[in-house]
């Protein structure tokens, strides 16, 4: 297990949607705007919520899928052939609509996780430097936080356009750490599900998961992470000066 002492720290890294902000509402309210516009049917929460995660791609994508599934047609090519076929073809209008309804909601129908700002303050005072870098794209996030106060807590803002690869690739945690100019094993990983712990393990950072997230619709605690919290602001940075990790809460 990576040693989780705040003495060994010298930044964090921390994830936006499900860490920081619960924007499962604005997902929704766009992809439904979306789906009007192809004239599909809408979709729930529940949905939603288990495909949040891995790139504004991925989640069009997979509601595209989720929304066409059908049974077998009476050729008897299977349903995944008939819906691969049926997303790539809508793919290009599902996401410009996405794009532009998204921009125009976005933040409308989200809110800071209760204890956000507190934990973050916390961070700020031990010296740690902090850099947010989610899956959601650049010019999604950095006005979504601005919106929710938070972009000052952040000295670096990275989405998930700004690298080759996504989260859970461990790439965006190595670029982000060089940016920060902190090695990865001193730089703490916070975030909601196993994209961040697995892209963490992978980079060489101690990763601490909040309990509260999306985690593509799967109990967190089952994720391989060195420790978990029910809120930002119950981070014991106390004990992680004095412990090799953090007891679940």
């Known amino acids: 297990m990576v040693s989780l002492k705040h003495s060994l720290f010298d930044a964090a890294i921390v994830d936006l949607d499900g860490t920081l902000v619960d924007t499962l509402g604005d997902f929704v309210v766009a992809l439904n705007r979306m789906l009007a516009d192809l004239s599909l049917s809408p979709v729930e929460r529940s949905v939603v919520g288990a495909r949040v995660g891995k790139g504004s791609e991925h989640l069009i994508g997979a509601v595209l899928h989720h929304v066409l599934n059908t049974p077998a ?24 609509s996405y794009q532009r309804h998204y921009l125009a909601i976005n933040g409308q129908h989200a809110s800071v996780y ?5 934990g973050l303050q916390l961070l700020q005072r031990q010296g740690l430097k902090l850099a947010c870098l989610t899956n959601k794209p650049t010019a999604f996030a950095v006005p979504l936080l601005k919106a929710k106060g938070l972009d000052g807590f952040f000295s670096l ?40 712990a697995q892209a963490a393990r992978a980079a060489g950072c101690p990763v601490l998961l909040v ?26 940075l106390a004990a992680l000066k004095t412990t090799t990790g953090l007891a679940p809460r």
């Open 73 to 96: 047609a009476p050729d008897g090519r299977a349903p995944t052939a008939i819906n691969n076929e049926a997303v790539e073809r809508l793919f290009p209008a599902a996401w410009n």
């Open 157 to 196: 803002v990275f989405g998930g356009d700004s690298f080759e690869r996504k989260k859970p690739d461990p790439l965006p945690l190595r670029k982000t750490c060089e940016a920060l100019g902190s090695a990865p094993a001193r730089t703490l990983m916070i975030g909601d599900s196993s994209n961040d």
């Open 114 to 118: 209760p204890g956000v700002v507190e």
């Open 211 to 236: 309990t509260y997230g999306y985690n593509h619709g799967q109990p967190v605690r089952g994720v391989d992470a060195d420790g978990f919290v029910d809120t930002l602001a119950a981070m014991d």
